[in-house]
Every structure is written in structure tokens, then in C-alpha cells.
């Protein structure tokens, strides 16, 4: 029986050639990522074979798009303003075609190299409905996950176990694959980065299991968006998920 909460080991030598997965999108919320998304997106294109990637924008004021569309993205501007909200808008343009909707950041965090390995868990465990990359116990740029955000994110994920009964390690990851499926028809009620409790709740509260796979987590490039009064809209939205 797969444990509810395990980690995976990869084996980064395990994919000599990029796989293609034409039934996967993957989304991208991006706002004034100019730096960073054309490596984000590079990336993505070598480690998966010509990968559909949606990026989602929040009115960049920055050449995000132009530089995106250049390097084959699809682009789609939202209509509001925060993460939750490009999630939302995201939702509304995947195919139905698509089993797999991987989300992550345009700000070359989150190393490309793990998402086949995370979709194959998807492909050989139906009983799990979303696979999260977890920050807090692979390998760590000390500069990227500094003492003040550790701290932070270690007293939401306690607070997300103890209201909601979600033991993930690193509920607030911006990496993660996901069934499409569960998606579907879903009201998103977050319009910042209280969109992962969220989507933590819905994926529990549609009978499948989540699991954590340690990943490498890099120092951002350019300016950091989520500040420490973001931790309160987050723990705002772990009462709320309980009340629900």
C-alpha cells in the first residue's frame, strides 16, 4: 500500500532522452519574470519533448511575454491580479484532453529535471492525485530558502497538518503535477498564494492521496513576490478549508 505521504527517490540519470508527455500542460503564472522565464522555459524544453507550456501573466510591466512567445509559449493574460488568480484563468483554457496540469514558477527555482519522475508516480499510482516537489527536504540553496522563510513556512505547514489533516512537508511548494481531472469544475476561490491550501483541501477532499518527492530548490532570479504578510492571507485560507 503507497504511503499517504513518502518520498521518492529519483534517479536523475534515469531519463537519457526527454520523454514526451502530449497529454500533460504545463502552467506557469508569471509577472515581471523578464530575468528569468526564457531559462524557465528553456529548460523545460530540454528536459521534455516539446512540452505544451501555458504561461499565465499578471499584466508584466517587463518584455515576460514577448520573450515567452518567443520560445514557442502559449500565452494568456489574466484577468485579476495574484497566483491564484493565473491558476484560475489557466483552468479555464486547458484542453480536457490533458490528464496531467503541472504548475510551477517563472523564476527558475524549480529545476525541471524532476517532472517526468513525478508524472510516472501519477501514471503508476491512480490512488494519488497530485505529486509536490518538497523544498524543505531535498537539496537546499542556502540563500534561497533563508532562516525568516524557512521558519515561515515550517509554523503554516504545522498549522496545515494540525486544522486540515494534510501532513505534506511542504504544502506551499509551487511545484506539483496534478490529475486534471480533479480540477475540473473547480471554484477557485484564492486569488494569491493561498491557492496551494487550497488545492492541498481539493485533492484530499476528492478522495485521492498527495506525496512529496525531495527536490532542489535555487536562490530566485529577480525580485522576490511573496512577502511575510502573505503568511497571514495562507493561514486565513487553512481556517477557511477547515470550515468548509
Request: with cysteine; net charge negative; hydrophobic share 40%.
Amino acid at each position: 500500500m503507497l504511503k499517504e505521504l513518502y518520498n521518492f527517490q529519483f534517479n536523475k540519470n534515469q531519463y537519457e532522452e526527454p520523454q514526451t508527455y502530449p497529454r500533460t500542460t504545463i502552467v506557469i503564472a508569471a509577472l515581471n519574470e523578464e530575468q528569468a522565464i526564457g531559462l524557465t522555459i528553456a529548460e523545460l524544453n530540454d528536459e521534455l519533448a516539446s512540452p505544451h507550456i501555458l504561461v499565465v501573466d499578471g499584466h508584466s510591466r517587463d518584455r515576460t511575454v514577448e520573450l515567452a512567445k518567443n520560445l514557442g509559449a502559449d500565452v494568456a493574460v489574466q484577468d485579476g491580479l495574484g497566483k491564484g488568480d493565473a491558476i484560475s484563468k489557466a483552468l479555464q483554457l486547458t484542453s480536457n484532453n490533458s490528464d496531467y496540469i503541472v504548475l510551477t514558477d517563472g523564476d527558475f527555482t524549480y529545476p525541471a529535471e524532476y517532472i517526468q519522475g513525478m508524472v510516472k508516480i501519477l501514471e503508476e499510482n491512480p490512488e494519488v492525485g497530485m505529486v509536490c516537489g518538497n523544498r524543505l527536504n531535498g537539496e537546499v540553496d542556502s540563500e534561497a530558502l533563508y532562516s525568516r522563510f524557512f521558519l515561515g513556512n515550517k509554523l503554516l505547514q504545522l498549522a496545515h497538518k494540525i486544522i486540515n489533516g494534510i501532513p505534506l512537508e511542504d504544502p506551499l511548494t509551487g511545484l506539483r503535477v496534478i490529475r486534471t481531472e480533479i480540477l475540473k469544475n473547480w471554484n477557485v476561490k484564492s486569488q494569491g498564494f493561498d491557492i496551494e491550501v487550497e488545492m492541498n483541501s481539493l485533492v484530499k477532499k476528492k478522495g485521492y492521496k498527495s506525496v512529496e518527492v525531495p527536490i532542489q530548490y535555487r536562490q530566485r532570479i529577480g525580485e522576490k513576490k511573496l512577502k511575510m504578510r502573505h503568511g497571514i492571507v495562507i493561514l486565513a485560507r487553512i481556517i477557511s478549508e477547515a470550515l468548509s
